[in-house]
């Protein structure tokens, strides 16, 4: 099922994004003072899923798709003084918490994301995130004129490792949900995760987040967000215990850990919300 060993460093990672209400104004000629919302609809109206009734907001093209939030859980293999394997675990975001400027400057967090990608080049595991986290981050930094020489560099051949762009059975940018069937068929990441027996989403759902974001509380976009990737990272865990890329004892002892990192970050104040995850998640 998975060719490869667990990687030493891997980044699980999620974005958040709002229809851009600024490009509408640009592409439409919308005057000055029309609203973020009506500019919004005016984006919404013009996509061929649209039904005022059935489905007034329908999913838009990612290149109108303004990024709000990037998550991202590291997972690093390090050794101790005993030579003992250990492996250390870190969350962030962009913006990160506690959020002290309602004002998000979208193409600083793809820059900013993107570079600590392309110097470190850890192995990136998302849910869906080949088909849509990945190309809002290419399209929208286009879009803000970011230039990532290092996360966009590609192996001279094909079959080498190293590589984020290759369109098939690729695991240096592994998307968890194309080990599943597609389409209809394939399970959304809050419902498999809560099959698991882990928590899955909490108080907020995906179609939620424009309206936070209207509302100005970026704050719980990013703890959505976050959470999204704890989720993202419990799935790989049961994943590679399910293709044998783990023992038994080394699982639990991980499943351990993690669950122990998370109650220490529940100590500081901008990660408390972490512990109505781990109140749902039964030892």
């Known amino acids: 099922m998975l060719r ?50 059935k489905n007034p907001r329908p999913f838009l093209k990612y290149m109108y798709s303004r990024v709000v939030s990037i998550a991202f859980l590291s997972r690093k293999t ?67 004129e970011i230039s990532a020489p290092e996360f966009c560099s590609r192996p001279t051949k094909s079959y080498d490792p190293g590589d984020y762009f290759r369109r098939w059975d690729n695991e240096e940018h592994l998307d968890l949900a194309k080990q599943f069937s597609g389409g209809a068929m394939m399970p959304r990441l809050d419902e498999l995760a809560k099959l698991c027996g882990f928590p899955g989403k909490i108080d907020v759902k995906g179609d939620q987040v424009t309206d936070l974001w209207l509302a100005g509380d970026v704050t719980k976009i990013v ?48 990660k408390a919300f972490i512990k109505e995850f781990l109140d749902k998640w039964p030892l």
């Open 223 to 270: 703890e959505y967000n976050q959470i999204d990737t704890l989720n993202t990272y419990l799935v790989w865990l049961r994943l590679v215990h399910f293709a044998g890329k783990i023992e038994e004892e080394e699982y639990q002892n991980e499943m351990d850990a993690f669950r122990e990192f998370l109650e220490n970050e529940t100590r500081k104040p901008e």
């Open 78 to 144: 390090v050794y101790n003084a005993d030579r003992e394997q250990v492996i250390n675990f870190g969350l962030n975001s962009l913006p990160t918490l506690p959020i002290v400027d309602d004002y998000i400057d979208e193409g600083e967090l793809i820059k900013q994301f993107l570079y600590f990608v392309g110097r470190r080049r850890p192995q990136l595991v998302g849910y869906n995130s080949a088909e849509a986290d990945m190309q809002v981050l290419i399209q929208r930094g286009i879009i803000n």
């Open 4 to 53: 490869s060993p667990i990687s030493e460093l891997a980044v699980f990672y999620d974005l958040e994004w709002v229809p851009d209400a600024a490009g509408a104004k640009g592409l439409f000629d919308l005057p000055d003072d029309v609203t973020e919302l009506d500019a919004m609809r005016e984006l919404w109206k013009r996509s061929p899923q649209f039904d005022e009734d």
